[in-house]
């Protein structure tokens, strides 16, 4: 199926740093969720964005729906051990009822 | 309250089989889905539920056969699965399913043998 390009792949980062990664999509979108899945568990919500350069944070988590309403950023701040993880973004199309399209997932560890 | 649960969290089962995944939300949420997951990808979409009636399917395999008996119950019902099934199989539902948020389960880890 259809996915969302997702960058980076994968990060290792020093505790305390902060994290940026995004999705770019060749569609516009009306919708843009950010999802955090540990190893053998489901996705859990994030943030989720529904306007055009709207700037959402969650704790230390910001993320943003690019003006262009093709791309999204996920933003950490002085990051734990704890944010060890896989982060997913995930769109809905303006034409697309119903189905959020996911992006491929940027895995992130943390060293302590 | 955004939780979703699901049922069973681990399922062996073997290619003759018949068994079924459970996923209840009580959000109040109209629609629900099921997605697939293989490991270090994004979830699939499989199937769309909306208000009780099936509103997407993905091309899935008629060995697997989603229920939604009432509001709160999606089920997904599994016969003659070949061991490439095996994933993550992960409910999710949403209030409406047009620019809402996704709230997903915690999954079921199906092995097929």
């Known amino acids: 199926g259809q996915q969302l390009n997702q960058s980076p792949q994968s990060m290792f980062i020093q505790e305390g740093e902060d994290v940026s990664m995004n999705c770019t999509s060749s569609s516009i979108f009306n919708t843009w969720l950010w999802y955090k899945q540990d190893p053998g568990e489901g996705p859990v919500l994030l943030i989720a964005?529904?306007?055009?350069?709207e700037l959402t944070s969650n704790g230390r988590l910001t993320a943003q729906f690019g003006i262009t309403r093709k791309d999204s950023f996920l933003n950490i701040s002085a990051s734990i051990p704890s944010d060890v993880g896989i982060y997913f973004c995930a769109g809905q199309s303006i034409s697309g009822t119903y189905k959020y399209i996911f992006g491929t997932g940027t895995r992130l560890k943390v060293l302590a | 309250d955004t939780e979703v649960t699901q049922t069973p969290k681990h399922l062996v089962m073997g290619m003759t089989n018949k068994k079924s995944l459970k996923c209840e939300q009580h959000?109040?949420?109209?629609?629900m889905y099921w997605y697939k997951q293989k490991a270090k990808k994004p979830p699939e979409l499989m199937f769309v539920y909306s208000y009780e009636k099936l509103s997407i399917n993905e091309s899935v395999p008629s060995r697997f056969s989603p229920e939604c008996p009432n509001s709160s119950l999606l089920n997904l019902h599994l016969h003659a699965l070949q061991p490439e099934d095996s994933a993550l199989y992960l409910c999710?539902?949403?209030?409406?399913?047009?620019?809402?948020?996704?709230?997903f389960g915690p999954g079921t880890r199906l092995l097929v043998l």
């Open positions: 964005l529904y306007k055009a350069g």
């Open positions: 999710a539902s949403s209030r409406t399913g047009t620019t809402e948020t996704q709230y």
């Open positions: 959000m109040g949420h109209r629609a």
